[in-house]
């Protein structure tokens, strides 16, 4: 099923500010948020909706890249592209607590004294985002490819499994908050007692803490590794863009949640062809005398070869055209075409016997420049070719 539009999603417009964003996810996240529409799972999945184009659209990055692509640059092979899709309701309520205005639980307990289902305030960390260069060749761009990238990253620390912990008898609830993460603070007002819910200072949200700390990690719970990462790189893709793989970047301290890998595309330049958006250029030189005569000439393409007619008397700056030799679309069955420069190729030296040829046929009328009536200017031509 298509995505929808996350402005839409939001309600808000491309050109929103970011508190705009900000109010728009809160409202939509207040109206579908599970403990308001028990068992509703048509709302749930609205909350996720919502909570996914939050993730894009509050992250100036990422909001550019979807500004720019639109969802073509989930295209990364990975779930969720830009690190939205496929998140739980742990995920939303770690990343997002303080748009509700807390810790991290539900928004409904601040607005009514604590009414909500209980969540746990517990706060995961985020791993940080990696950024990686990936170089294409034009056959790669024109295809599509799978690239497997070794990624020099924080990686999960296998003895004490990312806990942080020696072993599982050193965890403790945290003394402050009594293994919530959260603490809460009443105070009295003119309008009667207000209460505010914050992040733990003492374990920092996480609602326990570490007596014996893992011997590898040092309680980090990641340690400095290697990962070997297969990337689906779409048809069609181009210089400078990028592709985001959410939750391959840098793993998180302690269990939290892991960043995004972004992947900038970078093309190698080819050999005889050159691009030009979605369209593919070549430079072709041919004699005056095929040109004159006409002649039939292979051409290099990103299939393969392909013969192409040079007719009599085509002149020097014709543009010939392979329809849908170019660069596909991002998901898209639309391919740009080939564009075959002419360009008349005249000999620096010649025999005697060519020049004698030659000088024959100097003084003919047929061998005289003739703009107005044989030629046309460069921008008719690409007039013409437009048109």
Request: hydrophobic residues 30%; positive net charge; glycine residues 14%.
């Amino acid at each position: 099923m298509a995505k929808r539009d996350y402005y839409d999603v939001l309600g808000v417009t491309k050109g929103a500010s970011a508190d705009e964003i900000k109010k728009a996810y809160r409202k939509s996240a207040i109206k579908f948020h599970p403990d308001k529409n028990p068992g509703d799972k048509e709302a749930e999945e609205k909350f996720k909706e919502a909570a996914e184009a939050y993730e894009v659209l509050s992250n100036p990055d990422k909001k550019q890249r979807y500004d720019q692509f639109g969802h073509a640059a989930n295209a990364a092979g990975a779930s969720g592209g830009y690190g939205g899709g496929g998140m739980n309701m742990e995920d939303i309520f770690s990343q997002f607590g303080d748009v509700f205005g807390g810790g991290g639980g539900s928004p409904f307990d601040s607005f009514f004294g604590g009414g909500g289902q209980q969540r746990g305030g517990r706060r995961s960390a985020r791993g940080s985002n990696l950024r990686i260069k990936v170089k294409l060749t034009l056959d790669e761009i024109a295809n599509g490819v799978e690239k497997k990238i070794k990624v020099n990253k924080q990686v999960v620390c296998n003895t004490c499994d990312g806990s942080g912990a020696k072993d599982k008898s050193s965890f403790h609830n945290c003394s402050t908050c009594g293994g919530s993460g959260s603490v809460r603070r009443v105070t009295n007002t003119i309008l009667g007692q207000m209460q505010t819910t914050s992040t733990c200072p003492t374990c920092n949200g996480e609602g326990t803490q570490i007596t014996s700390k893992c011997n590898i990690c040092h309680g980090d719970g990641v340690v400095r590794g290697e990962e070997t990462i297969s990337i689906n790189i779409p048809a069609g893709v181009s210089e400078g863009m990028q592709l985001s793989m959410g939750g391959r970047g840098n793993a998180a301290p302690r269990g939290g949640v892991p960043g995004d890998l972004i992947i900038l595309i970078e093309e190698i330049p080819h050999e005889t062809l050159k691009r030009e958006g979605n369209n593919v250029v070549y430079d072709l030189h041919v004699s005056f005398v095929d040109a004159a005569l006409g002649s039939s000439v292979e051409v290099p393409t990103i299939d393969g070869k392909a013969k192409i007619k040079i007719e009599p008397g085509t002149q020097a700056g014709k543009i010939l055209r392979l329809k849908g030799k170019g660069v596909p679309e991002v998901n898209s069955y639309h391919r740009g075409d080939q564009l075959v420069y002419v360009n008349i190729w005249t000999p620096k030296a010649l025999s005697r016997e060519e020049r004698d040829i030659l000088e024959k046929l100097q003084d003919s009328p047929n061998f005289k420049p003739q703009p107005g009536k044989n030629e046309k200017s460069f921008f008719e031509r690409m007039k013409e070719y437009f048109e």
